[in-house]
């Protein structure tokens, strides 16, 4: 989902990407003046040095101020960089040593690249940055350090230390850096003791910080009111302190997933002086309650993966633009959610409840929700009026809950006039239930109790493309005659691990794929698919078929078709032998019988 930290790491990849478009185009850019000035200094200290070539240290390619060495096995940093060099790129190489000398003549180094190298601490000596006046963008990720430079330029534009061992920050590392945008110090083992009081005083520019993936029991506090996005998940964070979030007005994105927030930890003005903020993220931590006093203009809300009972009445009230809502993996019961917990919530469009205790759907759910995903509860029952106002509902998953036939109200879905995804899988239902809303295109009842298709339960649904009914218990004669037909934009039909005997022969001409595999078919006769000439697929793996019981003429005719599964080559189902037939003779009559 949108919170992901595969989603946050592709943002921070992005910002980097962009900073190095910019960087780029600014290289691009024809300055000409200065280059003509350039030329006419190298050629002076040339003649200075005795020199004739144009300098280039010889692993590199040296071209308008940008010098890349990236990737070329450097142990060492490389002599003669051309001093007007602007860009200098020594990314993934096994530098362990940086010193003043190497950088002090580089006064017009606008971007450094060491990412992904060997230096250490003691391996680069941070007197060296503070010459280079110009320093824009440094990107030090993945190597060595345990401590940050303790100056670095007051040029600073974004700075990413990420993936080393610092466990310490100097006042002046980020401290007075009134163009400073975007710190990167994630993955590394700082703790709060490792922090200057004030990290950014006179760096009131920085829109972007992140520090997940650190030691840090408390949220840093004089954070800058510029900041746009903070992320602090996977840290050891226990409480907010009172006023810790007060300045940041700006702040739209804030991660604080993976920690050990408990509702002791914070009050309801944590959060409320926020007023930008779109994505609070507080999963997998602590919580008991939803917090309260959320700022209005939240969009994305994420509490799963907590331990909270209750949705108290005013919780909720004050986020009227919640668009996501992600409750699931809790501990929530039907009755700890305050019927009136969700009202004015008209943006909430999608709503994870799975995982929880529910053994109801929850009273009072929001009004303009689209999707529902109430699976994996305990819910037994759904009465007549509980989904009544889910009049925009696309896509209601129920499965894995304990419903039975004889607590699923008939006319429960009759309002649910949209619904185009409904999952009932992993219930103990005995019957496809009836009132389907005749809008679905996707209808799944897998893996539950079935042994009958009631007369008319599929009537009506003209808009259905896939039906998943595997893994139960029906046979030929459990189904009512015609039920298939009525399908009329079927494509989809999976019928495996059923206890078919036969091919149904009434399936719509819509149909491409079959799925039959794990019954008791023993034959397919000619006429078998005289009735779905756009067959695209048949599976009809662990049957009882022999080579001489499918007729190559029931498949002679089906131009379409691309896969024929019958599970013949497959070591697992072995050869028809002869003394099957006598099994299915005995399953024969056990139907024959059923049906009296
Ligand atoms: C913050 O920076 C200002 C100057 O920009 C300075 O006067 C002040 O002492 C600094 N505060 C701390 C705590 O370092
Ligand atoms: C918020 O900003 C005000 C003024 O800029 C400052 O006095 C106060 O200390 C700041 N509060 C926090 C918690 O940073
Ligand atoms: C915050 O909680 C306190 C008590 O815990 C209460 O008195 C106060 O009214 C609440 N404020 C808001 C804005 O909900
Ligand atoms: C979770 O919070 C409760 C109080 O709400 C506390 O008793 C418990 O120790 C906390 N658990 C962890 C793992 O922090
Ligand atoms: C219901 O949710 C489960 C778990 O996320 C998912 O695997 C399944 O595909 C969903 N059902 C439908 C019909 O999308
Ligand atoms: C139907 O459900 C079964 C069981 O989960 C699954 O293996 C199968 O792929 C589904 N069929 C289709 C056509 O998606």
Redesign the pocket.
């Known amino acids: 989902m949108l919170g992901g930290p595969k989603s946050s790491l592709l943002r921070a990849l992005s910002v980097l990407l962009l900073a190095w478009a910019l960087v780029g185009g600014q290289a691009l850019l024809p300055e000409e003046e200065e280059e003509m000035e350039e030329v006419f200094e190298e050629e002076e200290e040339e003649l200075v040095a005795g020199k004739t070539a144009v300098v280039c240290p010889p692993e590199c390619s040296c071209r308008d101020g940008v010098v890349d060495c990236a990737g070329v096995d450097l142990t060492m940093f490389p002599e003669e960089i051309p001093v007007n060099t602007r860009q200098l790129s020594l990314q993934n190489n096994q530098i362990e040593v940086v010193t003043v000398d190497h950088l002090s003549s580089l006064h017009r180094l606008e971007t450094l690249n060491l990412q992904n190298n060997w230096l250490s601490t003691e391996g680069l000596e941070d007197e060296g940055f503070e010459v280079l006046e110009q320093l824009a963008y440094l990107y030090l990720a993945n190597n060595r350090l345990t401590l940050a430079p303790r100056h670095l330029p007051r040029s600073l534009v974004s700075a990413d230390f990420a993936a080393n061992q610092l466990t310490k920050i100097y006042p002046y590392t980020f401290g007075d850096k009134p163009s400073l945008k975007s710190v990167y110090l994630h993955n590394n083992k700082l703790s709060d003791a490792g922090l200057p009081d004030i990290m950014f005083n006179g760096s009131a520019s920085l829109e972007i910080l992140i520090m997940s993936s650190n030691f840090l029991h408390l949220v840093p506090s004089n954070l800058p009111s510029s900041l746009h996005r903070l992320h602090l998940k996977s840290n050891k964070l226990e409480k907010i302190p009172p006023g810790a979030f007060h300045n940041l007005t700006n702040l739209r994105e804030l991660y604080l997933q993976d920690n050990l927030l408990s509702n002791d930890g914070m009050?309801?003005?944590t959060f409320?002086q926020l007023s930008s903020l779109e994505c609070l993220d507080l999963s997998n931590n602590n919580l008991s309650v939803v917090p309260?006093?959320l700022p209005r203009s939240l969009v994305l809300l994420h509490l799963e993966k907590n331990a909270i009972r209750e949705i108290p009445k005013d919780a909720l009230a004050s986020v009227k633009n919640l668009e996501y809502l992600l409750l699931h993996n809790n501990q929530l019961r039907s009755r700890s959610i305050h019927p009136m917990a969700f009202q004015g919530l008209k943006k909430l469009h999608t709503l994870h409840m799975y995982n929880n205790l529910l053994e109801r759907v929850p009273r009072g759910l929001p009004r303009r929700a689209k999707t529902l995903m109430i699976l994996h509860n305990a819910i037994s029952e759904i009465g007549r009026n509980d989904l009544i106002f889910l009049y925009t509902l696309i896509e209601l998953n129920l499965s894995y809950n304990r419903l039975t036939n004889s607590k699923l109200n008939r006319d429960a879905f009759r309002k649910l006039r949209v619904l185009e995804t409904l999952d009932l899988s992993g219930n103990a239902l005995q019957a496809v239930p009836l009132g389907l809303p005749r809008s679905l295109q996707v209808l799944r009842i897998k893996d539950n109790k079935l042994s009958s298709v009631p007369d008319g339960a599929l009537a009506g649904l003209a808009k259905l493309k896939e039906i998943n009914l595997s893994n139960n218990q029906l046979k030929l004669n459990s189904v009512y005659q015609g039920a298939w037909m009525e399908l009329s934009s079927l494509t989809t039909l999976d019928l495996s691990g059923n206890l078919l005997s036969h091919i149904p022969s009434d399936l719509p001409e819509s149909l491409e794929y079959l799925h039959l595999a794990s019954n008791r078919i023993s034959s397919v006769p000619p006429s078998a698919f005289q009735g779905t000439p756009n067959l695209k697929g048949i599976f009809l793996r662990s049957n009882r078929l022999s080579v001489d019981s499918v007729s190559e003429g029931a498949l002679a005719f089906l131009t379409q078709l691309q896969v024929l599964d019958l599970g013949r080559e497959s070591p697992e189902f072995p050869p028809f032998r002869p003394g099957d037939r006598l099994q299915e003779k005995e399953e024969g009559m056990e139907e024959e019988e059923e049906t009296f």
């Open positions: 009050d309801n003005l409320s309260s006093g």
